[in-house]
């Protein structure tokens, strides 16, 4: 299944996913279209993210970061005993979505990979968005700012040229 395209909308609280081969598919984990953004740190000092850390945040709060998308741009996160970059964090929970993604086409990856970010986001937090990605296996990305990919979806062609669209997030971190 060659030529498909993945979209991740990784968000402050869970992040979505989408496939694009033909037709869109949400890609749901563990029965749901959403997947906590939260990752947690093991004793060896792995990370694992989705619904396994977030159980596992309710037993060792001390070991989990539930917004690590916040943290993108800090120089660590301390989980535990070990300190984490932030970059590595929002890699694990690109990489947990990823491998679903890519395990429902058969272990092939995508040919492309389309990842939102806030608007406001200045180039330096970009910058460290791309390279998480990377860390993820994805080494190419398209950045979309969260409003632009939300219009265009919304939009769907129902939408005429010089028309507008206004879009609100109230996401988890706003």
Do not use: C
Request: cysteine-free; hydrophobic content about 45%; aromatic content about 4%.
């Amino acid at each position: 299944m060659a030529g498909w395209i993945l979209g991740i909308d990784f968000g402050t609280t869970t992040t979505t996913a989408a496939t694009a081969n033909g037709r869109l598919d949400v890609v749901t984990i563990d029965g749901s279209p959403r997947v906590p953004s939260t990752v947690v740190v093991d004793d060896d000092g792995a990370l694992f993210a989705g619904v396994a850390a977030e159980r596992e945040a309710t037993v060792a709060p001390e070991r989990a970061e539930r917004t690590p998308k916040r943290r993108l741009g800090d120089r660590l996160i301390l989980l535990g005993d070990h300190a984490i970059a932030p970059v590595d964090a929002v890699a694990a929970v690109l990489r947990f979505v990823v491998d679903e993604a890519t395990r429902r086409h058969g272990g092939e990856p995508p040919s492309e990979v389309r990842l939102t970010h806030p608007v406001t986001w200045a180039q330096a937090r970009l910058d460290l968005l791309r390279d998480a990605a990377a860390r993820a296996g994805l080494p190419s990305v398209e950045l979309i700012a969260e409003p632009i990919a939300a219009a265009t979806q919304l939009s769907d062609g129902r939408i005429a040229d010089g028309e507008h669209v206004a879009v609100y997030d109230l996401g988890g971190g706003t």
